[in-house]
């Protein structure tokens, strides 16, 4: 690239620093504009599948976000009885790391700073337009070569250009916390393992991030108000899942904070020099663990795009074919975190034998691990 092209990126969320990070280590002078007073992590633990590792490799932000993350051998689904419904092995060659939000977010932003990105604090975005503006609540106005979305679930961005094609908010949400570790939490054969264990519309979620803490996910539908309610219903939840007694017990040392399962569809993720991404343009419930790791994926493809862009004229034209490359994969992901999550719905018979047969047919693996097996677009990765 000749000339310096400037990016304004509303949010600075998983999606907002991969993306300011891709963009300015391929020289773009890039701003990151921020809502909350710091860059902070909403939520407890993440999965991230291999796709976006290697987002992370080709960021240069692996190591650090990953240093100590806990690497499962096996996700296991349990029934109410606690017996064991199907205990798939993680390939070898599929990685599958969990880790704490606040180390990826850390990890990212060192890199943006690295990398030159500049980050406004206390800067909310209510509105942008197609010539690269965005709005601000305190009545300023930026405007860049290229303006990106990525201010989340509720995009003030994506609807204030109309891409909006759908937003739905689903039915079903997660309580999400982080608990001490110790050291005799788990049986010799719990060792190694993500436990998702079921029991009527309730999900209990074990997911250990590193030796000393693991990652809980209490799910169960938006109208089970009781279950949702915070601080946690210790009792209730123990009655449904009491094997679990000695980790629920622990619950209440960290934040606690309720998730909503949104969908987001867009028509377009561009208009003019404005883009957006993430789960503003493509939010997914998170049953396959990929929200953020398609966020971060379609970041660093957005700025490989836009590599030989000198000309800001020439920026829509790169953002329709980015979003053509793109799209595909991401909605393949989206569809199919959508049909994960009916299995919610029904009774725990029959969820047993649609799970177990679910995971033994090849071609729903496939289907399932489509994403996590892909190779993102600017990472080299064969
Ligand atoms: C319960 C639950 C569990 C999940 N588990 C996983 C998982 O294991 N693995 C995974 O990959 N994904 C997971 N996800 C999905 C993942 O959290 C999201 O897909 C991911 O955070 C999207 O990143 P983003 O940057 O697009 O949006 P966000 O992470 O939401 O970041 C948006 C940022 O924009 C800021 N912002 C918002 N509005 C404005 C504004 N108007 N102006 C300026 N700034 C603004 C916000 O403060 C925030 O910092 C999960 C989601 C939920 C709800």
């Not at 990070?21 to 992590?41: K, M, N, P």
């Not at 990685?95 to 943006?112: E, I």
């Not at 790791?293 to 379609?298: P, Y």
Request: charged share 20%.
């Amino acid at each position: 690239m000749t000339q310096k092209l400037n990016a304004a990126i509303a949010g600075g969320g998983i999606g907002g620093l991969a993306t300011a990070a891709a963009l300015a280590q391929r020289g773009w002078d890039v701003t990151v504009y921020e809502r909350q007073d710091a860059l902070r992590a909403v939520g407890a633990g993440l999965y991230i599948w291999e796709n976006g590792l290697r987002v992370l490799e080709a960021l240069g932000a692996y190591e650090q976000a990953t240093a100590g993350a806990f690497r499962g051998t096996h996700f296991e689904q349990r029934d109410l009885r606690g017996e064991i419904i199907e205990s798939a092995p993680i390939q070898a060659n599929k990685r599958l790391l969990t880790v704490p939000r606040s180390a990826l977010l850390d990890a990212l932003r060192d890199v943006c700073l690295k990398a030159g990105v500049k980050v406004k604090t206390c800067a909310e975005v209510i509105s942008a337009t197609s010539r690269g503006e965005l709005l601000f609540a305190n009545n300023e106005m930026v405007q860049a070569d290229l303006a990106i979305g990525v201010d989340g679930i509720w995009s003030k961005v994506r609807t204030s250009l109309g891409l909006e094609l759908s937003h739905e908010q689903l039915s079903e949400g997660a309580l999400r916390t982080m608990i001490p570790a110790e050291p005799n939490d788990f049986g010799p054969d719990d060792i190694g393992k993500y436990i998702e264990c079921w029991n009527g519309s309730r999900r209990f979620l074990i997911t250990p991030v590193s030796k000393d803490e693991t990652y809980l996910a209490l799910t169960c539908p938006h109208d089970d108000v009781q279950a949702r309610t915070i601080p946690v219903n210790k009792a209730l939840w123990t009655e449904s899942f009491p094997q679990w007694k000695h980790l629920i017990d622990r619950i209440g040392s960290s934040p606690i904070s309720w998730g909503v399962y949104g969908v987001t569809r867009c028509h377009s993720w561009s208009a003019g020099r404005t883009a957006i991404l993430g789960d503003a343009a493509h939010a997914q419930p998170p049953n396959l663990g990929q929200g953020g790791g398609m966020a971060m994926q379609n970041g660093l493809a957005l700025a490989v795009h836009l590599e030989q862009v000198t000309d800001r004229r020439d920026i829509p034209a790169a953002l329709e074919r980015w979003e053509n490359a793109e799209r595909g994969l991401i909605e393949h992901c989206q569809r199919w975190s959508i049909l994960y999550g009916e299995v919610t719905f029904l009774p725990d018979d029959v969820r047993t034998k649609v799970l177990r047969n679910a995971m033994l047919d090849p071609w729903i693996a496939e289907q399932v691990f489509r994403a996590a097996n892909h190779s993102p677009t600017g990472t080299g990765a064969a």
